[in-house]
């Protein structure tokens, strides 16, 4: 059973950081692309940054200035550094994990979130 647990939130100050961290464990995580979304109260997820199998980031254009993702498949690990963070920067965090197997299907696993509260 695949599963992925997020950590690393918290509450922090306006102008602060945090790195959230996220690992998997039950399958290969050197095999998955991982997505770090954001869900603020009353409003749709949205994604974050993605970084895929070999490495390579994409964030949301208005994110990409603060937010730095990346993986360490030595340790089963993908991070979000989030910096000079900000009070609409707070959301539950997830993580999210996807591959397409050999068979072509393609599967995602989700963490259950990690919370973030900035205050000003």
């Known amino acids: 059973q695949v599963q992925l647990v997020e950590s690393g939130g918290g509450v922090v100050q306006s102008g602060g950081s945090l790195r959230l961290s996220c690992t998997i464990s039950?399958?290969?995580?050197?095999?998955?692309?991982m997505d770090w979304y954001r869900q603020a109260p009353g409003k749709q997820r949205e994604l974050v940054a993605f970084i895929s199998a070999d490495g390579s980031t994409h964030y949301a254009d208005s994110l990409k200035d603060r937010f730095t993702i990346s993986r360490e498949d030595a340790k089963n690990m993908a991070y979000l550094q989030i910096d000079k963070l900000k009070p609409e920067d707070t959301a539950v965090y997830y993580c999210?994990?996807?591959?397409?197997?050999?068979?072509?299907?393609?599967?995602?696993?989700w963490g259950q979130g990690t919370q973030v509260i900035v205050s000003s």
């Open positions: 039950g399958s290969i995580f050197s095999a998955y692309a």
């Open positions: 999210n994990a996807v591959r397409t197997l050999p068979t072509g299907r393609l599967v995602s696993y």
